[in-house]
C-alpha cells in the first residue's frame, strides 16, 4: 500500500508554455501533499505543501505565480509550471502524507522536465 | 532553521564490506528521521523511519541508530552488495509541522 504515482514522467516543453504534472495518492486519501525540486546530483528542497481545499503554502523565494498549486481532491494535487523557460527545467517530486501514525510521506516517482 | 549534513558526500565500496553513512542534524527538536534511497532518474524509497523517542530501526542487512541528543543518525548496511549502488538521503521531521528537511545525500558505488 501507500503507492504515490507522478504523471507525467518526463516532458519536453518549449519557453513560454505552462506544463501540468499530477500526482496522485493510489490507496489514501492525503490532506497534505508536498512539491520538491531537485537539480542534478543536489538533494531535493521543498517547494510548497499543498493541501486540500486550501491555498497551497510556499516556501520562501518559491514564486507563487510561477508554480501554481491545486489539491481539489484528497488524491490529487497538481503543479503547473506557468510559461516554462530553461532554468525551469529540473526533476519535480511530490509526496503524499499517509494520515495518522507517523504522518510518514510517500513519494511519487519523479517528473524530468526539459525546457527548450 | 533545521540544517542536515550528510558525509560522506559519496563512498565506493568493495563488495562484501559494510556500508556506514552518517547523518547530523542542528536542531535536536524532531518528530523523526528517515532514511531514503534514490536511483538515478528515479523518486525516494523509504528504507527506514526512527521517531524521536526510538533509538535504533533494523530491516534486513539495513540498521539505522539516532542519537537526537548530539543530532546524529547513522545507517549501517552490511555485507554490502553492488545492488546496493544508489544515493542514500537522511530526512528530518520538525516537532512542529509536517515539513521534511533533506541531507545533501551519500552517493554509494559497489563494486563487483
Known amino acids: 500500500g501507500a503507492v504515490v504515482s507522478q504523471h507525467p514522467s518526463r516532458v519536453i516543453c518549449k519557453s513560454g508554455t505552462s506544463v501540468k504534472i499530477e500526482c496522485r495518492s493510489l490507496d489514501f486519501q492525503a490532506t497534505t501533499m508536498f512539491w520538491y525540486r531537485q537539480f542534478p546530483k543536489q538533494s531535493l528542497m521543498l517547494m510548497a505543501t499543498?493541501?486540500?481545499?486550501?491555498?497551497?503554502?510556499?516556501e520562501q523565494g518559491v514564486e507563487k505565480d510561477k508554480f501554481l498549486i491545486n489539491h481539489a481532491s484528497l488524491t490529487l494535487s497538481t503543479l503547473t509550471v506557468t510559461s516554462a523557460h530553461p532554468e525551469d527545467s529540473s526533476f519535480y517530486i511530490c509526496s503524499a502524507q499517509y494520515p495518522g501514525g507517523y504522518n510518514e510521506q510517500f513519494f511519487g516517482p519523479g517528473t524530468r522536465l526539459t525546457v527548450l | 532553521k533545521q540544517e542536515v549534513t550528510q558525509i560522506p558526500a559519496a563512498l565506493s565500496v568493495p563488495e562484501g564490506e559494510n556500508l556506514v553513512l552518517n547523518c547530523s542534524f542542528t536542531d535536536s527538536a524532531i518528530y523523526n528521521l528517515q532514511w531514503f534511497r534514490q536511483d538515478p532518474g528515479k523518486g525516494l524509497t523509504s528504507l527506514l523511519l526512527i521517531q524521536s523517542s526510538q533509538r535504533e530501526q533494523t530491516s534486513g542487512r539495513l540498521n539505522a541508530s539516532l542519537d537526537k541528543s548530539s543530532g546524529r543518525s547513522t545507517l549501517y548496511i552490511a555485507a554490502s552488495q553492488p545492488g546496493d549502488s544508489a544515493t542514500y538521503l537522511c530526512a528530518v521531521k520538525e516537532a512542529a509541522g509536517n515539513k521534511l528537511t533533506f541531507g545533501g545525500g551519500t552517493r554509494v558505488l559497489v563494486k563487483p
Open positions: 499543498s493541501n486540500e481545499g486550501s491555498k497551497a503554502t510556499y
